[in-house]
């Protein structure tokens, strides 16, 4: 199923994709997911800084977000508000149980990116709203 076919299904009201950075999956799942969100209106759509490729890729971060993003017809806008958990536990309990979520080639960028607030999200608008 398409991400496209599943948001119709699901109907969110908001959804979260991938900036697309350095790894291929997020690559495909950020556009592809952008493109989705795009053609439906009243989904919030909601783009986070891959992690922990933020902290190890700065210049295809950097690409993505400035130049590939504004190309697609897009623009990110920091009026992306959250509130701030007391604790990283979860997120920390949460990664390692999961294998590929362990950063093993850079450690100290899996350990930055496992920090309490790490994230970095922003909003997506269409370059000409």
Request: charged letters at 30%.
């Amino acid at each position: 199923m398409s991400i496209g076919a599943f948001l119709d299904v699901l109907k969110p009201d908001r959804c979260l994709v991938p900036l697309g950075v350095k790894h291929p999956d997020h690559i495909q799942t950020g556009q592809t997911g952008r493109r989705a969100l795009a053609a439906r209106k009243g989904i919030e759509a909601i783009i986070h800084a891959d992690l922990p490729y933020r902290f190890v890729y700065e210049t295809d971060y950097d690409a993505v977000r400035d130049h590939q993003v504004p190309a697609e017809g897009f623009r990110l806008t920091d009026d992306f508000e959250r509130d701030m958990p007391s604790t990283n536990q979860p997120k920390l309990d949460a990664a390692m149980r999961y294998d590929s979520q362990q950063w093993r080639f850079d450690r100290q960028a899996w350990e930055k990116s496992m920090k309490l607030g790490a994230e970095v999200f922003w909003h997506l608008r269409a370059a000409d709203a």
